[in-house]
């Protein structure tokens, strides 16, 4: 049954890429990268390809957030599950007839949004079923609920700087059998818990460590700078936002900036003190994450179009708004969300 259900997920995303993300627009030709600047430009497509990776820490954190409140077996897995594909849809319409496709980098979606999907539904079965039972006649504040809750959160901070198969899963498995009680009140669900976290804690270890295999072999060492043209920024604003200026020139200094996660915090900041970008990794459109209230109307936002919006799993009076945004109007958009009473989560570098 495994082995049919591996078989038919493996079709069933192959023909969903081939179908909704696959384009022959050819590949743009960069334009000069500034003297001195290697690796100045990266694929524009990178931008949006990047929100469904992002969205399973996005969802990683929800979890976290979750289960110090609530029972993981209230926990909606699989409309969690179902939002990574309507973000990857979304993103395939916004790129597949503009961008050249990336073969590397929708095979690793692929992947990881299998994953994502059979974890999250093997857990809807088990947290639904076995989960919620020992919930209902013992408790959901065992020691080791308590652990797992402590386990969510910091994965969640964890995977926010650095990819998940390098978390210390194994690691944290000897810590829960020497550190957690083997004996103490409720020991119906602590003994529960502690079978289904040694479960856990052990398949991720061993799926992570093949997976960091062939990572490090597909990617080799990635580049941890952004680069950018900011205009309106001083070398002290640019420092202290965590970059430096490597030059100036006509269309503003070319500056280096970090990447991933450290990229929303930094640009943030300059556009708080009022630097404006010309440029980011030699495009002019990025993409942007908000969360806002759900009745929130985004058509005044400059420069700016909605690609994928969705309630949040767990609290449908929010919604995660991804927005199209020019490059050269970013400033001035943020600005804008933020007087609605949005809040910015993430700006999505190449």
Not at 274 to 298: H, K, P, Y
Request: glycine share 10%.
């Amino acid at each position: 049954m495994i082995a049919v259900a591996l078989v038919v997920s493996i079709v069933g995303i192959t023909s969903f890429i081939g179908t909704r993300c696959y384009g022959s627009a050819p590949a743009a030709s960069p334009a000069a990268s500034p003297p001195g600047v290697d690796g100045y430009h990266r694929s524009e497509a990178f931008t949006f390809l990047t929100l469904p990776e992002w969205f399973i820490v996005f969802s990683a954190d929800e979890y976290a957030g979750f289960v110090r409140r609530q029972s993981p077996s209230e926990f909606p897995f699989l409309r969690s599950a179902a939002h990574y594909w309507t973000y990857y849809g979304a993103v395939c319409d916004a790129t597949h007839d503009s961008y050249a496709f990336e073969t590397g980098y929708h095979v690793m979606l692929g992947v990881i949004g299998l994953s994502q999907t059979a974890e999250y539904a093997f857990k809807a079965l088990y947290e639904g079923s076995i989960g919620r039972l020992s919930s209902w006649l013992f408790t959901h504040d065992s020691a080791e609920d308590r652990f797992a809750a402590s386990l969510a959160a910091e994965y969640g901070a964890f995977m926010h700087e650095t990819p998940w198969y390098r978390f210390p899963f194994i690691a944290r498995l000897r810590t829960l059998w020497a550190e957690v009680p083997l004996w103490g009140p409720h020991p119906g669900r602590k003994w529960e818990r502690r079978v289904a976290l040694t479960a856990e804690l052990a398949f991720k270890g061993s799926y992570g460590w093949v997976m960091g295999l062939g990572s490090q072999a597909a990617y080799g060492v990635e580049d941890l700078t952004t680069y950018a043209r900011v205009t309106g920024a001083s070398s002290a604003a640019v420092q202290a936002a965590g970059g430096r200026i490597l030059s100036g020139g006509e269309g503003g200094a070319v500056v280096a900036l970090p990447r991933y996660e450290r990229f929303t915090p930094a640009a943030l900041r300059l556009l708080d003190g009022g630097a404006r970008f010309s440029d980011v990794a030699g495009n002019d459109e990025i993409l942007v994450t908000v969360l806002a209230g759900a009745d929130m109307v985004f058509d005044s936002i400059p420069g700016a179009s909605v690609v994928a919006r969705q309630p949040l799993p767990t609290d449908a009076s929010r919604n995660r708004v991804a927005l199209r945004v020019a490059v050269t109007e970013l400033g001035d958009a943020v600005k804008r969300l933020t007087g609605l009473g949005a809040s910015m989560e993430h700006l999505y570098d190449y």
